[in-house]
């Protein structure tokens, strides 16, 4: 059985940067596609970013691209997801989720491994 554990959330200042970790049990994060969401208070589960098992393949929502990245270290089996200059509006808490590398995209149905989710809060 897969388990998923974010780490790393926290409470940040506007332009500040935050690492989030994702690690991994069960099976190696080069097998997996890993992809991250946030979820704000009243709002929907939105997608953030994925990576695919094998190589480096990434995708990022419109709303990150430039300023989050995501990464894999296949030898600490972690997932990582840089965000820099953080802004109010990416306050949420943010899941990580993973599949078997059958599906590499934005539909959190197609995730079937859920960690418990780590709370960032970014004031101004």
């Known amino acids: 059985q897969v388990q998923l554990v974010e780490s790393g959330g926290g409470l940040v200042q506007a332009g500040d940067s935050v690492r989030l970790s994702c690690a991994a049990s069960g099976r190696t994060v080069s097998t997996l596609t890993i992809g991250w969401f946030r979820q704000a208070p009243g709002k929907e589960r939105e997608f953030v970013a994925t990576?695919?098992?094998?190589?480096?393949?990434?995708s990022y929502a419109d709303s990150v691209k430039g300023r989050f990245t995501i990464s894999r270290d296949n030898a600490k089996n972690t997932v990582y997801l840089q965000m820099n200059s953080l802004k109010p509006e990416d306050t949420a808490v943010y899941y990580c989720a993973g599949n078997s590398g059958y599906y590499f995209g934005s539909a959190d149905r197609l995730y079937d491994y859920w960690g418990q989710g780590t709370q960032v809060t970014v004031s101004l």
């Open positions: 990576i695919i098992g094998s190589g480096g393949l990434t």
